[in-house]
């Protein structure tokens, strides 16, 4: 068990909707990342927060958004649903992104399937 | 365009032997370097890392060997057991200015499969 935890562990809903998934980083970890992982694909970045400000953004569709809360648990919003949305999505929590050698714990994911 | 490469979707290998995964990178500004591991059902698992100032990175069973000039590494397990059967991620990233850690590239993943 890392300590970071995501919920729900399974989404299913339908086309042009929208889903709210929650993350809880690890105790101390100020930092929260999601990622995404569709069928055979690598993990893709998609955006990073730390102690509540966006630090950095990778390829994450306008359609996507996240935010950090005071409490650092951070959610990741995902509008106008398509059929490729359809993936697993991670979320990983670290100590210190300044340290360039700063390790990234991974929760369990939630698996999305749009119908 | 892939900055990281794992050529081998799967590899099999015999209990007690070696396993070497592979991967393979194109940006030559990668400056540090991490494996991961998958099982089903979880999220990947941090297993060993290296900066690009060195050129191995040994942990109990685990050796990482990094070749800069071929912009290649590799993860050694040895000996492999059936445990180590899991999705192993090749993972890069880019220091900041200012020395903080750059965002995370992975590879596609090879599934490793140990036999008893």
């Known amino acids: 068990d890392s300590g970071v935890t995501q919920t729900p562990k399974h989404l299913i809903t339908a086309t042009g909707q929208r889903v709210t998934l929650r993350c809880s980083p690890r105790?101390?970890?100020?930092?929260v990342y999601w990622y995404q992982q569709s069928l055979d694909q690598g993990l893709q970045f998609l955006i990073q927060?730390?102690?509540?400000?966006?630090?950095a953004k990778g390829n994450i569709l306008e359609r996507f958004s996240a935010q950090q809360f005071p409490d650092l648990h951070s959610e990741l919003n995902l509008s106008s649903l398509e059929l490729g949305d359809s993936a697993l999505y991670f979320c990983?929590?670290?100590?210190?992104?300044?340290?360039?050698?700063?390790?990234?714990?991974f929760g369990p994911g939630t698996r999305l399937t749009v119908l | 365009d892939q900055q990281v490469k794992q050529n081998s979707p799967s590899l099999s290998v015999q209990e007690g032997r070696i396993s070497i995964l592979n991967c393979d990178y194109t940006?030559?500004?990668?400056?540090?370097f991490l494996w991961y591991k998958k099982y089903p059902a979880e999220g990947p698992t941090f297993l060993i890392s290296?900066?690009?100032?060195?050129d191995k990175n040994e942990d109990g069973r685990f050796t990482v060997f990094l070749n800069k000039s071929a912009k290649h590494l590799s993860l050694h397990i040895v000996p492999s057991q059936p445990g180590d059967s899991a999705v192993y991620f090749c993972?890069?990233?880019?220091?900041?200015?200012?020395?903080?850690?750059?965002?995370?590239?992975f590879g596609k993943g090879t599934k490793l499969s140990v036999k008893p």
């Open positions: 990983a929590s670290s100590v210190d992104p300044q340290n360039p050698t700063d390790t990234q714990y």
């Open positions: 105790s101390g970890d100020l930092s």
């Open positions: 927060y730390y102690n509540g400000e966006e630090r």
């Open positions: 940006n030559s500004m990668f400056d540090y």
């Open positions: 290296i900066s690009s100032i060195k």
């Open positions: 993972a890069a990233s880019v220091m900041n200015y200012g020395g903080s850690q750059g965002n995370l590239i």
